[in-house]
């Protein structure tokens, strides 16, 4: 289930933990299964829960109560729309709807052809660059006027 | 995004250059010159936390507790395991500071927990870093890579004969993970659940050994301290409310960003710095330290200065130093239903009054905003906010009703008049 670079990447973040502590790389681990199959379907989360010797239980918890984990399919990119309020007064809400408009689907949605998720997100801790979305989750995209969406989504074609 | 930096955190950083948070740029601008001292006078842990309590430094998570004073709960002397973490779990709408500093001056922070871990006798520390931020985290990891390079992380630390090791651990999207103890669980691998305390962190933390967890900027504030002596560091602030302090400014305002400003100033000069309001609006109201705290209106607030007290006198509090402004067009009805979604959504879902009141909040605030608001809801927000409050095991319960109460105690009329005319009272 896990590719060799996945599983050396999980037993670098392995050294940062008292040895009899795996269960705290498990965010870790649980990351970089997803970067490698895009979603955690049980069967993913079950194999990380087995790399580290946890039960699946562990794993399936920490998969579903953290919000950046993806329980289900989503496309090629995922886009996260701060709409919180310091966001919301420079303008989030409005990102929001000018890029449900641009790719024709609500938040929570995929286009049809598999290519972008969007999706309502809470405070990213960037409110200084408001309005902020997230890139697939890793990427923090700043100041998101219309413009500034059209440049994007033009990168992404 | 601006940043002014007028202080400690940032001192002698340059922001125009990309490289000015390497470590190299950071020993020229007099970085690690606090650990040096250290190891030259042979201070000892006890000097250190004088230091610490003479500056009068407060968290800056947000509780503003002493940090001389939290240092010294930890049982340094006992024998075994201690720990030392960093909350960098940034989520409280309208708080971006620490953002900033691990992007622009990560080993102010490195320094500030090699120090601190000296200090209570901790040889291992984990900064905490939320998920969102992922390239700030990342670029965290290279510069603690940096100072183990340097000798700065490791054995031995310059002769001392202490040994300390520092990691970064990243969150995934959850804000009560900013709660000490929900942190310390997330760490361990769990869901972020906040504990019962006591047992307090500084006896049963992290693995359950002795633990303290400061906030970034509070770690980033030591080395000064430490090369320039708390009373220096006093100073800068006014008494009980030492140092400078970071401000980050969101809303409607001409330059949003953080500003590193002494504390206790006065309210109208922080938004003379941000650039004043946007498009020369009127302001109306405004969040003085993060989602949580009570709104003010815009004459209270003008007469206040920007220091703990001068804040919790107002009836708000300082917090993490989240200044949310907003002008005469804004919706009070409608700013509160946003922030009542977020405590909604972010509620773990342990405590019950917390897990189904925060529902019940958002659910008669959004009733309101859309037109189907009751006579009889104002007093039931305020009785189920006071089913919340004091109720549950952390402070996500309180932090949820507190806004509801601030924006009811001064814009009752406001929601009132939604009730009333199905519509808001301000154009928007």
């Known amino acids: ?157 | 995004m601006a940043t002014f930096a007028k202080g400690v955190v940032f001192e002698g950083v340059d922001f125009d250059d990309p490289n000015s948070w390497r470590l190299e740029e950071y020993v020229k601008r007099g970085g690690y010159a606090g650990l040096r001292r250290i190891a030259d006078e042979k201070l000892t842990q006890d000097q250190i936390i004088a230091e610490m309590k003479l500056s009068a430094l407060r968290g800056r998570g947000g509780a503003g507790f002493p940090t001389g004073l939290k240092w010294s709960f930890m049982p340094r002397s006992f024998p075994g395991q201690k720990y030392l973490v960093c909350n960098t779990d940034e989520g409280e709408p309208g708080t971006f500071k620490d953002l900033d500093i691990i992007w622009n001056n990560p080993h102010a922070l490195i320094e500030g927990m090699i120090i601190g871990g000296f200090t209570m006798g901790a040889t291992v520390g984990y900064n905490y870093i939320h998920g969102e931020v992922f390239e700030a985290y990342e670029r965290f990891e290279e510069a603690i890579e940096e100072a183990r390079a340097a000798g700065f992380l490791g054995a031995n630390i310059l002769g001392c004969g202490f040994d300390f090791q520092l990691h970064a651990h990243h969150g995934y999207g959850a804000y009560i993970c900013g709660e000490e103890t929900a942190l310390l669980e997330s760490l361990e691998g769990k869901k972020g659940q906040p504990r019962f305390k006591p047992p307090f962190p500084a006896s049963f933390g992290l693995y359950g050994k002795p633990t303290t967890i400061n906030n970034t900027e509070t770690y980033a504030s030591v080395p000064y301290i430490v090369r320039n002596g708390g009373q220096k560091f006093l100073e800068l602030g006014k008494p009980n409310n030492g140092g400078t302090k970071l401000f980050s400014i969101s809303g409607h305002v001409n330059r949003p960003g953080n500003y590193e400003v002494p504390l206790g100033m006065p309210f109208a000069e922080l938004l003379e710095l941000a650039g004043g309001m946007r498009n020369g609006k009127k302001l109306k109201a405004v969040i003085p330290g993060g989602s949580s705290a009570p709104v003010l209106p815009a004459d209270i607030m003008m007469n206040c200065t920007m220091d703990f007290d001068s804040i919790a006198k107002a009836g708000s509090m300082l917090g993490s130093g989240a200044v949310i402004v907003m002008d005469e067009d804004t919706c009070m009805v409608r700013a509160l239903e946003r922030l009542s979604y977020f405590y909604f959504e972010e509620s773990c879902g342990q405590c019950t009054p917390c897990r189904e009141g925060t529902g019940w909040l958002y659910r008669v605030i959004h009733r309101i905003e859309h037109g189907h608001g009751r006579p009889e809801d104002l007093d039931l927000l305020l009785s189920v906010g006071a089913n919340i409050a004091g109720r549950t095991i952390c402070a996500l319960g309180d932090a949820a009703v507190m806004p509801v109460q601030g924006m009811l105690k001064h814009f009752r009329s406001e929601f009132e008049y939604h009730i009333e005319n199905k519509r808001c009272l301000v154009d928007h």
């Open chain 1, 1 to 157: 289930m896990l590719s060799k670079e996945s599983l050396a990447k999980i037993d670098r973040e392995l050294t940062k933990y008292p040895a009899e502590q795996k269960r705290s790389a498990l965010m870790s681990a649980l990351r970089i299964a997803q970067l490698e199959h895009g979603w955690l379907s049980n069967d993913v989360v079950e194999a990380v829960a087995d790399y580290l010797g946890l039960p699946p239980i562990a794993a399936m918890e920490v998969a579903t109560f953290y919000g950046m984990f993806n329980r289900q399919p989503v496309g090629k990119f995922k886009l996260t729309v701060c709409t919180n309020l310091p966001c919301a007064l420079s303008g989030g809400a409005d990102a929001g709807k000018y890029l449900q408009q641009k790719l024709g689907i609500g938040y929570g949605e995929t286009t049809a052809d598999g290519k972008f998720t969007l999706q309502e997100g809470e405070c990213m801790g960037a409110c200084g660059y408001a309005p902020v979305m997230l890139f697939n989750n890793h990427t923090m995209c700043n100041h998101m006027t219309p413009e500034a969406i059209d440049k994007k989504l033009a990168e992404l074609e």
